[in-house]
């Protein structure tokens, strides 16, 4: 790696983490949490990777209650880093959807008058996101799916976008 691309990386991560803990101290509804799978079995519940996809979206539940904390890991098996913004449901990476009538339906993006901040995931890492819905509201029942829109090194022009398994909400 050279020189330039290491310092681009070590911006980008210092960024996102004032980032984050803005808002962690503002809204306190969210903890973005990257990390490295220690081993194979951490894989959660979730799709695997969809047709030629290596990047893979996963929970760590099948069912959640209306409150309880939502876990989800993407996990990047590209050669080459992934690039993502932090609009999605309650301002993290992925945009949440829930079915209704048989349908997908995306619920709210980010409303933060903040700067969109980049996050970047390197080859072979994961990144996990925690959610609390119990801090900023509740979710209904129903059946929902984490949406990740990407694009590979950071290629503009090439977003792609991968889906998780759905996973149920419960009372």
């Not at 808002?23 to 894989?43: F, R």
């Not at 903040?114 to 995931?121: D, S, V, W, Y």
């Not at 080859?123 to 129903?142: N, T």
């Amino acid at each position: 790696m050279s020189g330039q691309f290491v310092r681009e990386k070590l911006r980008s991560c210092l960024a996102i983490r004032r980032g984050v803990m803005l808002a962690l101290i503002l809204i306190g509804s969210i903890h973005c949490l990257p990390t490295v799978a220690a081993s194979n079995s951490e894989v959660g519940h979730g799709a695997e990777p969809q047709s030629n996809s290596l990047v893979s979206v996963s929970t760590n539940r099948k069912s959640y209650g209306s409150q309880d904390d939502i876990v989800a890991t993407i996990r990047n098996r590209e050669r080459y880093p992934v690039v993502a913004f932090d609009r999605g449901y309650l301002c993290t990476v992925l945009d949440l959807e829930r079915r209704a009538n048989g349908d997908w339906r995306l619920l709210g993006k980010c409303p933060s008058t903040q700067p969109t901040q980049e996050l970047g995931i390197d080859p072979g890492k994961d990144y996990r996101v925690a959610i609390q819905p119990r801090l900023s509201g509740r979710l209904q029942e129903g059946e929902y799916r984490f949406v990740f829109t990407y694009r590979v090194n950071g290629r503009v022009g090439e977003t792609q976008h991968v889906y998780s398994a759905s996973f149920l909400i419960t009372r």
